[in-house]
Protein backbone atom coordinates (compact mmCIF):
# COMPACT_ATOMS: atom_id res chain seq x y z
CA UNK A 1 0.00 0.00 0.00
CA UNK A 2 1.32 3.36 -0.88
CA UNK A 3 2.32 5.88 1.72
CA UNK A 4 0.46 9.40 2.85
CA UNK A 5 2.35 11.98 1.87
CA UNK A 6 4.47 14.20 4.63
CA UNK A 7 1.78 16.86 3.99
CA UNK A 8 -1.06 14.70 6.22
CA UNK A 9 -0.63 13.81 9.87
CA UNK A 10 0.36 10.45 10.86
CA UNK A 11 -2.24 8.39 11.66
CA UNK A 12 -4.39 9.50 8.77
CA UNK A 13 -6.12 7.05 6.16
CA UNK A 14 -4.59 7.92 2.35
CA UNK A 15 -7.29 7.55 0.94
CA UNK A 16 -8.37 7.30 -2.64
CA UNK A 17 -10.33 10.58 -1.94
CA UNK A 18 -7.95 12.18 -0.41
CA UNK A 19 -5.44 11.12 -2.91
CA UNK A 20 -7.27 13.66 -5.44
CA UNK A 21 -8.08 16.63 -3.08
CA UNK A 22 -4.00 16.14 -2.78
CA UNK A 23 -3.89 15.85 -6.44
CA UNK A 24 -5.84 18.93 -7.18
CA UNK A 25 -3.87 21.25 -4.38
CA UNK A 26 -0.22 20.53 -6.11
CA UNK A 27 -2.01 21.67 -9.63
CA UNK A 28 -3.76 24.87 -7.78
CA UNK A 29 -1.68 27.56 -8.81
CA UNK A 30 -2.26 30.51 -6.13
CA UNK A 31 -5.07 30.82 -3.76
CA UNK A 32 -8.21 29.22 -4.24
CA UNK A 33 -11.71 28.13 -2.26
CA UNK A 34 -12.78 25.08 -1.32
CA UNK A 35 -15.63 25.21 -3.66
CA UNK A 36 -12.64 25.43 -6.89
CA UNK A 37 -10.39 22.80 -5.27
CA UNK A 38 -13.52 20.72 -5.20
CA UNK A 39 -14.66 21.58 -8.49
CA UNK A 40 -11.18 20.50 -9.46
CA UNK A 41 -10.47 17.25 -6.92
CA UNK A 42 -14.00 15.57 -8.48
CA UNK A 43 -12.02 15.75 -12.11
CA UNK A 44 -10.31 12.54 -10.30
CA UNK A 45 -13.04 11.42 -8.10
CA UNK A 46 -16.52 12.22 -9.33
CA UNK A 47 -17.99 11.05 -6.01
CA UNK A 48 -16.17 13.37 -3.96
CA UNK A 49 -18.05 15.01 -1.37
CA UNK A 50 -17.29 18.92 -0.34
CA UNK A 51 -17.30 17.61 3.25
CA UNK A 52 -14.36 15.39 2.28
CA UNK A 53 -12.48 18.69 0.74
CA UNK A 54 -13.05 20.29 3.85
CA UNK A 55 -11.90 17.99 6.02
CA UNK A 56 -8.79 17.21 4.44
CA UNK A 57 -8.03 20.68 3.69
CA UNK A 58 -8.44 21.33 7.91
CA UNK A 59 -6.03 18.11 8.25
CA UNK A 60 -3.50 19.90 6.05
CA UNK A 61 -3.31 22.58 7.93
CA UNK A 62 -2.63 21.13 10.80
CA UNK A 63 0.60 20.27 9.25
CA UNK A 64 0.70 24.01 7.66
CA UNK A 65 0.84 22.56 4.11
CA UNK A 66 -2.14 24.79 3.62
CA UNK A 67 -2.89 28.38 5.31
CA UNK A 68 -5.97 30.39 5.16
CA UNK A 69 -6.07 34.12 3.80
CA UNK A 70 -8.06 36.33 5.32
CA UNK A 71 -9.41 38.17 2.17
CA UNK A 72 -12.46 40.02 1.82
CA UNK A 73 -15.72 38.16 0.46
CA UNK A 74 -14.87 34.46 0.66
CA UNK A 75 -12.51 32.33 2.14
CA UNK A 76 -9.22 31.30 0.39
CA UNK A 77 -6.55 29.17 1.02
CA UNK A 78 -3.21 28.98 -0.36
CA UNK A 79 -0.76 26.33 -0.51
CA UNK A 80 2.81 26.16 1.56
CA UNK A 81 5.81 24.42 1.24
CA UNK A 82 8.04 23.40 4.66
CA UNK A 83 9.67 26.12 6.57
CA UNK A 84 9.67 29.81 7.60
CA UNK A 85 7.76 31.98 5.42
CA UNK A 86 5.25 34.96 4.82
CA UNK A 87 2.69 35.24 1.94
CA UNK A 88 2.74 38.62 -0.61
CA UNK A 89 -0.49 39.15 -1.25
CA UNK A 90 -1.86 41.51 -4.35
CA UNK A 91 -5.40 43.15 -3.75
CA UNK A 92 -5.89 43.80 -6.81
CA UNK A 93 -5.38 40.16 -9.51
CA UNK A 94 -5.10 37.84 -5.63
CA UNK A 95 -2.10 36.22 -6.67
CA UNK A 96 0.43 35.43 -3.89
CA UNK A 97 3.87 35.11 -3.69
CA UNK A 98 5.99 33.69 -0.57
CA UNK A 99 9.10 35.23 0.74
CA UNK A 100 11.72 34.01 2.90
CA UNK A 101 11.91 37.80 4.31
CA UNK A 102 10.69 38.00 7.78
CA UNK A 103 7.97 41.23 8.71
CA UNK A 104 8.07 40.23 12.39
CA UNK A 105 10.67 41.95 14.90
CA UNK A 106 13.18 40.26 16.10
CA UNK A 107 12.76 38.15 19.75
CA UNK A 108 15.11 40.06 21.54
CA UNK A 109 13.52 42.93 20.66
CA UNK A 110 10.25 41.92 21.66
CA UNK A 111 11.35 40.30 24.65
CA UNK A 112 13.32 43.85 25.50
CA UNK A 113 9.96 46.28 24.56
CA UNK A 114 7.06 44.15 25.52
CA UNK A 115 8.27 41.55 27.93
CA UNK A 116 7.29 39.09 25.48
CA UNK A 117 9.14 36.10 24.23
CA UNK A 118 7.36 34.46 20.83
CA UNK A 119 6.70 31.09 20.20
CA UNK A 120 5.83 31.40 16.29
CA UNK A 121 4.27 34.10 14.59
CA UNK A 122 2.50 34.41 10.76
CA UNK A 123 2.06 37.41 8.64
CA UNK A 124 0.84 38.20 5.15
CA UNK A 125 1.57 41.32 3.61
CA UNK A 126 -0.89 42.80 1.56
CA UNK A 127 0.09 45.03 -1.22
CA UNK A 128 0.29 45.25 -5.60
CA UNK A 129 2.36 43.06 -7.42
CA UNK A 130 4.36 44.57 -10.08
CA UNK A 131 2.14 43.50 -12.56
CA UNK A 132 -0.99 45.60 -11.06
CA UNK A 133 1.39 48.72 -10.21
Request: charged share 25%; glycine share 6%; hydrophobic share 30%.
Amino acid sequence: MEMPPPDLPRGVRWTPQRRAVLAALTEADGPFTLVELHKRARAKAPRLGLATVYRTVELLRETESVRPLPTEGRSTYVRCHPGHHHHLVCRSCGSVQETDLCACPAPAELKRRHDFVPESHAADVYGLCGRCR
